[in-house]
């Protein structure tokens, strides 16, 4: 029988073999059967006259974690391949990974297997590769992954959902497709069948490909991608995820680590501090000594008790579920894969903290955990323990509705409680529709706020336009705070790299701080910049708001009353480890200073005991040079005759791009040994000219004396390092 077409050919010439397979796998009985069914149709496909022939990789495509970009009828020529059409902010795409890493560590390369991402973005935010190459590293993604921005591949195969996998045999033929998540068996099955169907005939070759993992080339931090932050009113604590760290942080209000627990590697693993562990946390609140944790990769809500030390687990098997109604007790609930949380009250009456609220964003509702015998709004009483659908059909849409069960909510993934009145409601960040929603304590209905459109099933009404209502525009939200002391909510608007704030009485939504470019920048909140914050939180009575900057792997300061963006330095005491992703690196040697090298003496700063300056870098190039590639260009602080102001900070650092310098943190400590001090920043840069004709290297010296003062920390702007060679 001829194929339905040649190379080049979409998934549509599969579907008829395909289909007949999938509905003679429902009558077999025993897994031999399965198997031969599955082999028959193997010999059947690959007897086809001509090749139903995937096209190959375009060219000029940029790729990660490989040496070099690949090609399906070179490099992949005689291995099974399977191609993975997903998009980074997709939960179903997110789910699909454990199954290809399960996959890959069961045949490797040298078996003949290779898994390859195309990453098709949704937003436009996904087509850039920096955020790419955040997403590999957050989700821990060693296979090839080719940045498909223009849907290249999608589009020639008519693909049409996130995420598909298609498997290729060792001629680049398509032989199987499976859409959307939950099809691990089939995937194992039609794999290592298809594997040893082509050993047998000859055609499998066990070379390597050129593998490059581009983690590699991370440097340690104390956070790495901390996704949510949340702040303890009573003690002005903050509790940190540090989800690529899957640890979780408690944090005195000056950046101190308290406590750290969990981490670095991912585990699912109850009992004492020590021992316990996580897999790539999420949201967390916190009430008194008790900390409430969404362990999103472990489909798990955590409950860490500070006084006692230890780790429990009060809803989730640790295993994905598919339930969308729930009712079972916490610990026998399976959930899916919980995004946020937040504790309050049961409703508007009550204002007992007896419900954990949660977005489950892999189900795409909101789930309420009783933490107290209670009455849920247009619910019977209900038993301490209790863990169950709140509002969300379950179906991905943008759909309000005074009945919370018809409504439809698309990967919520942040919650903010406002209890009081008028609000008496939870506010949601709903990512995949680009919206804020609320959704009522007092009969749980669930309306809008801003963003979005009012189509319900148009999860693609995204920009970045300030306005009123659904004629504001947002991308890809993933947190919400609100502030009770101003009556406004505060939004992590992601993809935008913003955070923006909404009038929920007008619904007037506006940018409050960041560019709207992905960069790294503190100063004023016009001028600072984020890069995917992914949460936040009010603390400090109202004065402040805490953001988690996830891929710039800061928690940054907003102070909103002097308008002005900091750094929160996260330092440990001598009896805390700060895990960095990968071992330390040896000590930096300092280069020699150039004697041409200019010297800057700069004006003295004030500052005080437990205060963190910034100095900003902001060095400029002749026209047209760059940055010498393969050289890394670096700074180093250093402090003659005051050694003791350096303990416990970061003495140096590269300079990856002239146009993204970093900010250096120096935390003054809380025991001076002096009033009067100095500290010197040394810089170098290598750099080569435009036609790159002339390379060179250049240095710079700055010195920074410091007046150290009893008056109390404030949050100034950072002092400049500028020069221009």
Request: negative net charge; contains cysteine; proline residues 6%.
């Amino acid at each position: 029988m001829a194929a339905p077409g040649a190379r080049g050919a979409s998934l549509a010439g599969l579907l008829p073999a395909q289909t007949s397979l999938e509905y003679a796998l429902l009558d077999a009985v025993s897994q031999q059967d399965k198997d031969e069914l599955v082999f028959q149709y193997l010999r059947k496909v690959d007897g086809w006259e001509r090749d139903l022939a995937v096209p190959d990789f375009p060219e000029g495509l940029e790729w990660l974690n490989t040496a070099e970009p690949l090609s399906v009828y070179k490099d992949l020529c005689g291995k099974v391949v399977v191609l993975d059409f997903f998009t980074y902010c997709c939960i179903n795409c997110i789910h699909v990974l454990p199954d290809l890493h399960a996959l890959q560590r069961r045949f490797s390369d040298e078996d003949g297997l290779l898994i390859v991402g195309v990453h098709s973005a949704k937003f436009p935010n996904e087509k850039v590769l920096d955020n790419i190459k955040s997403a590999v590293l957050r989700y821990d993604i060693t296979h090839p992954v080719v940045n498909d921005a223009d849907a290249s591949l999608w589009q020639e195969l008519e693909v049409s959902c996130w995420p598909t996998l298609v498997i290729l045999g060792p001629r680049g033929n398509m032989l199987f497709s499976l859409v959307g998540e939950g099809h691990k068996d089939k995937l194992f099955s039609y794999t290592s069948i298809a594997l040893k169907y082509y050993k047998d005939r000859g055609q499998i070759r066990d070379g390597k490909i050129g593998i490059k993992l581009f983690k590699e080339s991370l440097p340690p931090s104390p956070l790495l991608f901390p996704g949510k932050v949340a702040a303890d009113h009573a003690t002005g604590r903050l509790v940190v995820a540090d989800t690529g760290h899957h640890r979780v942080l408690v944090i005195q209000k000056d950046g101190q680590i308290e406590y750290s627990i969990g981490g670095p590697n991912p585990g699912r693993k109850d009992g004492m501090f020590s021992e316990s562990s996580f897999n790539s946390p999420q949201g967390v609140a916190i009430l008194n000594d008790i900390i409430y944790v969404a362990d999103t990769e472990n489909h798990l809500i955590r409950k860490i008790d500070l006084e006692a030390e230890k780790v429990s687990t009060v809803a989730g098997v640790g295993a994905q579920g598919a339930d969308t109604e729930g009712g079972e007790r916490g610990e026998k609930q399976p959930i899916s894969s919980p995004w946020d949380v937040a504790i309050g009250a049961s409703g508007s009456e009550v204002q007992s903290n007896d419900v954990l609220w949660i977005a489950m964003a892999g189900t795409h509702q909101i789930w309420a955990l009783l933490l107290d015998s209670a009455t849920l709004p247009k619910k019977s009483e209900l038993k301490r323990g209790t863990c169950l659908r709140f509002a969300g059909s379950g179906h991905e849409e943008n759909r309000n509705n005074a009945y919370p069960h018809k409504a439809g909510f698309a990967q919520p993934s942040g919650l903010s409680l406002a209890s009081e009145d008028p609000w008496s409601c939870l506010f949601v960040a709903d990512s995949e529709s680009s919206t804020v929603r609320s959704v009522s304590l007092k009969d749980g209905a669930v309306k809008a706020l801003v963003g979005g459109e009012r189509d319900p099933t148009n999860l693609f009404a995204f920009g970045d336009v300030d306005g009123v209502g659904i004629g504001a525009k947002l991308q890809h939200p993933l947190g919400v705070a609100w502030d009770q002391k101003r009556s406004l909510l505060y939004v992590a608007d992601s993809y935008n790299h913003k955070i923006k704030v909404v009038d929920p009485k007008t619904k007037v939504c506006t940018t409050l701080a960041g560019t709207g470019v992905a960069n790294n920048a503190v100063s004023s909140f016009a001028e600072s910049a984020f890069n995917e914050p992914g949460g936040l939180c009010v603390g400090e009575r109202g004065r402040l708001l805490y953001v988690a900057d996830t891929n710039n792997h800061q928690i940054k300061v907003m102070d909103l009353e002097a308008r002005t963006v900091s750094v929160l330095p996260i330092f440990k005491p001598g009896s805390v480890v700060v895990d960095g992703p990968f071992p330390t690196e040896k000590q930096k040697v300092m280069p020699k200073m150039p004697k041409s090298a200019p010297n800057i003496q700069l004006a003295p700063v004030a500052v005080c005991p437990g205060q963190t300056l910034q100095l900003q870098l902001k060095l400029g190039l002749p026209p047209g040079s760059k940055l010498t590639e393969g050289v890394p260009s670096c700074w180093f602080l250093t402090a003659e005759g005051s050694e003791w102001l350096l303990e416990e900070q970061i003495p140096s650092g590269d300079i990856e791009n002239i146009s993204n310098q970093p900010t250096l943190s120096l935390r003054i400590p809380t025991s001076c040994l002096s009033l009067e001090a100095e500290i010197s920043v040394r810089v170098f840069l290598y750099y080569c000219s435009a036609d790159s004709t002339a390379c060179m290297m250049k240095g710079i010296l700055f010195r920074q004396p410091l007046h150290i003062t009893d008056a109390q920390p404030g949050c100034g702007a950072p002092v400049e390092l500028t020069h221009v060679f």
